[in-house]
């Protein structure tokens, strides 16, 4: 189910995009998979809907009308390693991937998210912001103290949610995630270890997920090295 806010300007979108304050677009209808007013007719069966947002700025709060309980079996890193009772089995390949171990990290940043940028800057293609040693667990504290949600994303990892405002995450957010919502004046800890591809000429970002903030800079680039290599030249991207 692809989900998506549009506003309509008769029998056409808008795409004049009304922003609303400082979020992004917020649409005045939802589609699901291209349709007003969706349905599906299902039996009596268990079903299973895996929820795509396709918007670019709106959060979503899913639920029944009749309000009956559902099993969540999965997020953005995909089905859970644990899933609910009475849910049949996870699919074989996700099995062995664990969660990062804070009691393993070798070293701890902290991310400042505003609207303005990271860390007090706004993303620069040619700048590289983090190096990080590849197959090592880090902490990263992010820390929002601007007066709207940022969506904290990561590439190249799905890392472990381990507090929240220093409380344990709601269950929600306790396997595998790429991201985060990190409310205003909250505090999220993750702990996120790199396994994945190394190359210090070739960044990865992180970056608040609602679209214009991304746009407008609020990422900032990493990359993960061998053990003793320093990051390398980022290509010029002027011009692009
Ligand atoms: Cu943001």
Redesign the pocket.
Known sequence: MKVQDVTFDGATFDHGHRFLADTGFLGERTMVNGTLDPYAEVGDERVRLRLLSASTARIYTFGFDDDRAFDLVGTDGGCWRRPSPGVPDRPAVDRGLELPEADDAVRSRHFE?R?SGINGQPMAMDRIDETVTRGTTEVWTLRNGGD????FHVHDVQFRVLDVNGERPEPALRDRKDTVAVPMGATVRIALRFDGPADPDVPYMYH???LS??DDG?MGQFVVVGKGQRAGEVPDHAGH
């Open positions: 998210v609207r709207m949600t940022h969506n608040c997920h609602l903030h991304e609020v």
